[in-house]
């Protein structure tokens, strides 16, 4: 069956980073879009970043752009999300997600469990 993980996430000062990992099992890693949202308390969830692991194409939300980086190791079935810059705005519970094929364009079939992100001011 499906399993996505998301882990990595912390307290952390404005400014600083954090990597988040995401491990996926259960289906052809290759073939498949993996992104990341986050829910800041009190708000909708939101789309932050995709990487289709077919070729590694990547998307991000203009919030993050240039300060996140995600990326993927597909011999590992593992995506990462390195997070540069925090800033108090970037506080949420982070999930990695999966697609509903090899693009970023296509809707979320399978959520992970999250993983915290605390950024202090």
């Known amino acids: 069956d499906v399993q996505l993980q998301a882990s990595g996430g912390g307290l952390v000062q404005a400014g600083g980073s954090l990597r988040l990992s995401c491990a996926a099992s259960?289906?052809?890693?290759?073939?498949?879009?993996i992104g990341w949202f986050r829910q800041a308390p009190g708000k909708e969830r939101e789309g932050v970043s995709c990487?289709?692991?077919?070729?590694?194409?990547?998307t991000y939300q203009d919030s993050v752009k240039g300060r996140f980086t995600i990326s993927s190791d597909n011999a590992k079935n593992m995506v990462y999300l390195q997070m540069n810059n925090l800033t108090p705005e970037d506080t949420a519970v982070y999930y990695c997600?999966?697609?509903?094929?090899?693009?970023?364009?296509?809707?979320?079939?399978?959520w992970g469990k999250g993983t915290l992100v605390t950024v202090s001011s």
């Open positions: 997600a999966l697609a509903g094929g090899s693009s970023c364009e296509y809707g979320v079939n399978y």
């Open positions: 259960g289906f052809t890693f290759d073939d498949y879009a």
């Open positions: 990487i289709e692991n077919s070729d590694g194409t990547t």
